[in-house]
């Protein structure tokens, strides 16, 4: 659902862009970051913002609004209160949140249907009303469509949902905010923060074997702990990055939440354009391509990389290993080689009950093919799914995907004869899993985390829920 005038708004952007990138070379004596030029390009007033990180207050211009259906109900309302007949900045609804997953797709989205309808009707006719975009149940998760149809290079949107930075694995400053916030960017008021610290991961080498992009965010968490990211951009760089795919980055940008980040961001490459093209917005990646000097950090940020960042980690993918998180909270990483023993030394049940591939951070369609592939080795080695495998892609586009290139009949063929038991999820609609739509009966899922103090960690559940970057292969055989 591309929006009718969305190419001519990122040629004005990227416009923008440029004029403010131009104003932040005389004011700044040294090469720029890709957060930095982004920043610039969306100041109200980039010839005189001050720019003292952690301290000075920047007031800024953000290209778009998302709001899920949980968050939008109240920004609506108080949007309706600002007397305007349109929204000023480009809007989406995404109805994600209040679906709770229990049975299958068709099931859970009825009763959601049901149980919301007065939420809904509402939130389609305020949408309608006001000129936002509306996505309805079942379309797909809020993150996962956004990366798929909004989100654009050097661009910079807010959203009502902690996980909106998953949009910075397209190079977008995406950044979670409250339901006020969003109504003042949809009214033209515009949108303030205090001017982040710049943290930069240096990747270098490449992924290999069983490590994937999610062991880069979770080897970042265990340095930076829970809080190490607040008030902080984390911006990815070095030629480790050319590795990771665009979701593979999506994931890492994600759960920069987990460490408190105000978001995180990849560079523009031809990872990224490859993506946009595959999602249809080939434009979109002409015009990045055309500008694709404001879309990356400049060529002297990596040899400057200890002056110009607050902070800097260096990982080399190369020597990266596959890791766990969890349980209580999402710093606590051991390696797979000593989770075994990690998981007796703290009395941890090992039985695996449940096992989940899905929700924004893991439903992507590499996620659910990596997933895919274990399964189908499962099967030809004659192995039996042990405990239930549940899948939930992450958009609608993702599910009928994956349906047409085999990998949804590969988990059933998994299942054996016991496939419609235990492999409830393959049917699952498409919701916000982990992100904030509901799951039942579940206590042990590969998603991203939730812990102590977070929207829906129940106290009975916390002793058992961890993460894992492999994504579901342990529910085929248990733990060793």
């Known amino acids: 659902m591309h929006e009718p005038d969305m190419i001519e708004r990122v040629a004005a952007a990227y416009g923008r862009l440029r004029e403010g990138v131009a104003a932040g070379r005389e004011r700044v004596d040294r090469p720029l970051t890709l957060a930095e030029k982004i920043f610039f390009g969306h ?23 998302a709001l899920q259906d949980a968050t939008a109900q109240m920004a609506l309302l108080q949007f309706e209160l600002a007397g305007l007949e349109r929204v000023m900045a480009p809007t989406t609804v995404h109805c994600d949140h209040l679906i709770q997953a229990q049975v299958g797709a068709a099931a859970d989205l009825a009763r959601a249907v049901d149980e919301n309808e007065e939420v809904y009707t509402f939130l389609r006719s305020a949408a309608a009303r006001y000129g936002a975009g509306f996505w309805k149940p079942g379309s797909g998760i809020i993150h996962q469509v956004v990366l798929e149809n909004y989100a654009f290079p050097g661009g910079m949107m807010i959203g009502t949902d902690s996980h909106t930075p998953n949009a910075g694995g397209l190079g977008m400053v995406a950044i979670g905010v409250g339901g006020a916030d969003a109504v003042d960017v949809m009214a033209g008021i515009g949108w303030g923060v205090t001017m982040p ?64 980040a105000t978001t995180s961001l990849f560079p523009f490459d031809e990872r990224t354009a490859a993506y946009l093209e595959s999602t249809e917005r080939a434009e979109i990646a002409a015009l990045a391509r055309e500008h694709a000097e404001y879309l990356r950090a400049d060529d002297g940020v990596e040899a400057a990389r200890a002056e110009v960042f607050d902070r800097v980690i260096e990982i080399d993918l190369s020597t990266l290993e596959p890791a766990w998180v969890g349980p209580h909270t999402p710093d606590l ?26 929700s924004c951070t893991n439903s992507s369609y590499e996620d659910i093919s990596r997933a895919a592939d274990i399964a189908r080795q499962a099967t030809e080695a004659g192995l039996e799914l042990q ?49 904030g739509g509901g799951r039942a009966e579940h206590d042990c899922d590969l998603v991203q985390p939730q812990f102590p103090g977070t929207q829906r960690c129940e106290p009975e559940y916390v002793g058992v829920h961890w993460e894992s970057g492999a994504g579901g292969g342990d529910g085929v055989r248990g733990f060793d």
């Open 387 to 435: 405990a239930p495998l549940l899948v939930t892609p992450g958009s609608e586009q993702i599910r009928a995907t994956t349906e047409r290139d085999g990998q949804l009949a590969t988990f059933e063929r998994a299942g054996g004869d016991g496939a419609g038991e235990r492999l409830r999820a393959v049917h699952w609609a498409v919701e916000a899993g982990g992100c």
């Open 43 to 65: 100041f109200v007033d980039p010839r005189n913002q001050p720019l003292r990180r952690g301290e000075d207050h920047a007031e800024l211009a953000p290209d778009r609004v």
């Open 333 to 358: 990483r051991n390696t797979v080689d000593v989770i075994g023993a990690f998981m007796a030394e703290q009395s941890y049940p090992t039985e695996v009950t449940n096992a989940l591939i899905g």
């Open 197 to 260: 610290r710049l943290i930069g991961v240096h990747l270098t080498g490449e992924l290999d074997g069983w490590t994937t992009p999610k062991d880069v965010i979770i080897r970042v968490a265990g340095e930076l702990t829970v809080k190490g990211g607040t008030g902080a951009i984390v911006e990815y760089f070095g030629p480790g990055v050319a590795s990771l795919s665009a979701t593979g980055r999506g994931t890492i940008t994600n759960m920069g939440a987990e460490i408190g």
